[in-house]
Structure formats: C-alpha cells, structure tokens
C-alpha cells in the first residue's frame, strides 16, 4: 500500500492507523502547497483532487477520505482492535466519533490557517470550536481514550486535528481532560514513531 501524505495535515491520521497497525505500507509525501513529491511528479495526476490522505492499494484501488481510509485499515488488522467489528453498535459509535471529528473540528479549523475570512467571522468560528473541543473534554472525563480503555483510529484522527490548536492560537490547557489524552497519545510508540517520520519532532 501507498500512503500519500502532507507532514503534520490531517493525513498524520491514518499514517499513525498504519504505524499501529503493523500493515506494511510506504509513505510518500505529497505537500499540499507545491502539490510536487520528491521526484517531481505533479500530485494532481496521481490524485486529481489534489488533496491528503490518499491510499492506493496493491492492486491499484484507491480511497481519498480519511475515516473511510482508517477503518478500512483497521479491518485490515483486526487483532489490533484499532475499530469495533463491523455491525457492532459500538461501530457505529466509532463512526459516529469520526464523523464529529470531521465535521465538527476539521472543518471548523480550516478558515483560522488564514484565507479570505474577516476577523468578524473567524472569532464566530473560534467560539464554536471551543465550545465542540470543550464538549470533547466532556466526554474524556474518566477514559483513557474516546471509546475507552481501548486506542482506536478515532483517537489518531482527535490527535491529529486537536493538533493545530496551537499553530493558530488556541489555548487549551483550561481542557484538563484533552490535554492529558493528548500527552498520552503522544507518548505512544507508533505515534512517536509516526511524528518524526513526518519531521513533526526530532
């Protein structure tokens, strides 16, 4: 499998799914402001939308969407229990998480990375994500992760995205709950493995 990715985007979801996993997998970077990888291909002609994650199996069928990439790599590796059987109700709450992750957060964090949005409009975006992020921690409250004892592939995308907090400015260390989940995310060997692969940290 190939895993095309942008250091530190939300990619650095399923490339965390990939390290738990055991799967083996190559990682190509593909930045998202050059769209060029290392031996000069154009990205577009790989993935014409020309964005992150993209995972391109053996036998040359693709997925593009990040929580349809995570789960179709947990199923790969079902004795990591990285996703709930599938059918499960806990699938669905898996699905569930995921969805609210990228829906809710992602998106949300998209227009403070600069752009054409005014001031008026970014604060509106700052206050809602705050009060999803401060729900989040809600949430927390007695777990070690978002499904409980058990790590899954919600918990890379919630890294991941609970990641740029700090690159625009959020402080969250009042969400004493996130903040202690996300220490002990980050101290997982696959985590850290996956952050100095991707330059994250030394």
């Known amino acids: 499998m190939k895993l095309y990715y942008s250091p530190g985007a939300c990619s650095l979801s399923p490339h965390i799914v990939l390290k738990e996993s055991g799967l083996k997998f190559e990682a190509i970077a593909a930045p998202t402001k050059t769209h060029k990888l290392a031996d000069g291909t154009d990205y577009y002609t790989i993935n014409p939308l020309g964005y992150v994650p993209f ?3 053996d036998d040359g069928r693709t997925l593009r969407e990040g929580p349809a990439i995570v789960q179709y790599l947990a199923d790969q590796a079902p004795d990591k229990k990285l996703a709930p059987p599938a059918g499960s109700f806990e699938r669905y ?22 752009g054409p949005a005014n001031d008026e ?28 004892a058990q790590f899954t592939v919600a918990d890379a995308y ?19 709950n996130l903040t202690a989940y996300r220490a002990r995310v ?7 493995a996956t952050m100095k692969a991707e330059g994250l940290i030394k």
């Open 55 to 57: 995972l391109v199996l």
């Open 93 to 114: 709450q898996l699905q569930e998480w995921l969805t609210f992750i990228g829906t809710e957060l992602h998106k949300s964090f998209g227009p403070l990375f600069g």
């Open 121 to 148: 409009y970014k604060a509106s975006v700052k206050e809602r994500l705050m009060s999803r992020l401060a729900f989040v921690d809600q949430q927390l409250a007695g777990k070690d992760y978002l499904m409980g």
């Open 158 to 176: 919630l890294f991941t995205v609970s990641g740029w907090a700090k690159p625009v400015g959020f402080d969250l260390s009042h969400l004493q």
């Open 186 to 192: 980050a101290a997982r060997p696959a985590v850290i």
